[in-house]
């Protein structure tokens, strides 16, 4: 035990851990934030909720879970030892794989030791006088640390929506993003699943030709894209290997971090017919093609992007054999990629099928739930299995529920009660020594969270060189890069969705707010990077 790690007896009960840093969760912005700090020589301490690794792909067990970022891209791109021995089966591979991997990633580079499971961190509380943070757990086990960094992922705190009677169903129900290990059998059983964003998008057409019959009950339809998945060839796996630094080059080149790229010709001024043969182009290629390697402007030009909009609403509409189904299927309310687009497979097949039926909310919004299923303004519904895939209070809510207090003691949620204030999504005043390691940026996950783990741990490895104390960004910067970032995201059709996970919308009473990013990756890393190279400006540092 290095003296940074002694324990210290309280009262009689548990000793304190003390640590250099501690870091929250262990999942892709976890694990490398551990790896990181423990090589630059600090006693580093992780606590995770679950009882393995992996974050999202420990959580998200349901049915079709899967990337939506390529395969080739989305795995670690530090250890190119970790690139060459690891197989990618699929080109947008599954929950179990994506699972095996991060586990396998802890096993190779003996993470494990220093990640307690089991260990929901209930709160934060910043000491003034020591400049440090105390950190309890529900088990009431407590730690100190210098600092403390936040890799609690921006899609991980799930969200149910408050329907009254939600006790009293006697059936099995289930949140998508708390899934169980074991497989949950839905032979012959009467399923409801609420929800229809991406989880749902992949769980329907998986389970679907196992239940006795399936209801979904939509409040707002998607603009799906077909994911098309394969098996990656052995080629194609050699191919990979031989050129991974190119295939990160581009990566983190691009506006999103993915190998896609916009297509800077503006839709409307090239020729229909040329259009259209473009359309359908990368409507047939896999992954996010079509929407982020078409024309630029159909996130910002409203003309753009319903010329867009309409030709997958067509694309639906061939699909869905009953008319009057495929049209509330079809969405009208909001633009194409002002909420993330799902990638499917045989999603709306699913509902050709004689034991699916769509329930359209906004018509007959969900009453309440019954001991017997879920009563609409309509009628009741009888169920032995509800599936809420209802989505998560994304990017802010992880925080929010830990009880952490800054100076003055302070309170984050207090602090956020009108939207994250926060400098570079890093850092936010008041709250010394925190850093936030979530990639919020509308992003390729692990690209973009390599970036901030190494931008914290330069910092940190900055201020020991230094002698520093403590780090916090200055208010008034705080209020320049909000403003900023509202301003930047002011332009875009990301804005434009009446519910959406990333402007807090998708939660009645959370405030409308631009919670990811909207700079591109590359212009994102060049300000981190900037206010590095200029001693950490923007910051104040004791
Ligand atoms: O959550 P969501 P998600 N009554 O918020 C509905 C990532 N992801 O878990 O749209 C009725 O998108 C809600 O309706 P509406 C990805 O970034 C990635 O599906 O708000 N319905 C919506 O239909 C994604 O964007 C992958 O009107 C209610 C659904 O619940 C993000 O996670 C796979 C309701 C929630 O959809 C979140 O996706 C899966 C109510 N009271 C997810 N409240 C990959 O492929 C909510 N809804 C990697």
Not at 161 to 183: A, L, N
Request: glycine share 8%; hydrophobic share 35%.
């Amino acid at each position: 035990m290095t003296s940074s790690q002694q324990s210290t007896p309280t009262n009689g009960t548990e000793p304190v851990g003390h640590y250099d840093a501690i870091v929250i969760g262990a999942g892709v912005s976890g694990l490398y934030q551990l790896y990181r700090l423990r090589e630059l020589g600090l006693s580093v301490r992780c606590y995770e909720d679950g009882d393995g690794v992996g974050g999202t792909w420990y959580w998200n067990r349901y049915p079709g879970c899967r990337f939506d970022s390529e395969s080739e891209t989305y795995g670690y791109s530090w250890s190119e030892e970790l690139l060459q021995e690891w197989d990618w089966k699929e080109h947008y591979s599954g929950q179990p794989e994506n699972e095996k991997y991060l586990n396998h990633v802890a096993d190779k580079f003996d993470l494990r030791k220093d990640i307690q499971f089991n260990a929901r961190v209930e709160s934060a509380i910043y000491d003034e006088k020591t400049n440090r943070w105390e950190i309890k757990l529900e088990s009431g086990q407590r730690a100190q640390t210098q600092f403390l960094i936040a890799a609690v992922g921006l899609l991980s705190a799930r969200y149910t929506p408050p329907f009254e009677g939600v006790e009293s169903f006697t059936g099995e129900s289930f949140h998508t993003s708390r899934w169980p290990k074991e497989k949950v059998d839905f032979t012959g059983k009467r399923v409801a699943v609420i929800g229809t964003g991406a989880t749902a998008v992949q769980l329907i057409p998986e389970i679907a030709p196992e239940v006795g019959h399936l209801t979904v009950f939509q409040r707002t339809p998607n603009y799906c894209a077909p994911c098309r998945n394969s098996e990656v060839a052995p080629e194609t796996q050699r191919q990979w290997k031989a050129t991974y630094p190119e295939i990160h080059k581009r990566c983190r080149e691009t506006t999103v971090g993915m190998r896609h790229e916009f297509d800077r010709r503006k839709a409307l001024e090239v020729p229909e017919e040329e259009r259209l043969a473009f359309y359908e182009e990368l409507w047939a290629k896999p992954g996010f093609t079509k929407w982020l390697s078409n024309f630029h402007d159909i996130m910002t030009n409203a003309k753009a992007n319903e010329d867009f909009a309409e030709f997958v609403r067509n694309k639906i509409r061939a699909r869905v054999k009953d008319p009057i189904v495929a049209e509330k299927l079809v969405p009208k309310d909001h633009p194409f990629g002002s909420k993330r687009i799902p990638l499917e497979t045989h999603y709306y097949e699913a509902y050709n099928r004689d034991n699916v039926l769509l329930v359209d909310v906004r018509e007959a919004p969900i009453e309440r739930i019954t001991p017997k299923g879920i009563k609409t303004t309509e009628r009741e519904y009888a169920f032995d299995v509800i599936i809420y895939a209802t989505g998560f209070d994304a990017v802010t809510g992880s925080l929010t529920r830990i009880d952490m207090r800054g100076e003055g003691g302070q309170t984050i949620k207090d602090k956020w009660a009108n939207g994250p204030r926060n400098y570079l999504g890093i850092q936010t005043a008041g709250f010394p020594n925190f850093f936030i390691a979530i990639n919020s940026a509308f992003c390729n996950y692990t690209v973009c969270a390599e970036s901030i783990v190494e931008w914290i741990t330069d910092c940190i490895r900055y201020m020991r060189e230094k002698g520093l104390r403590c780090i916090a960004p200055k208010p008034q910067v705080e209020d320049e890069w909000i403003a900023y970032i509202n301003k930047v995201a002011e332009g875009s059709i990301m804005t434009q969705a009446r519910s959406a996970w990333f402007m807090g919308t998708n939660i009645p009473g959370k405030p409308r707010a631009v919670l990811l990013n909207p700079l591109p990756a590359p212009a994102y890393r060049a300000k981190c990077a900037e206010a590095a190279a200029n001693g950490y400006e923007g910051f104040v540092l004791q």
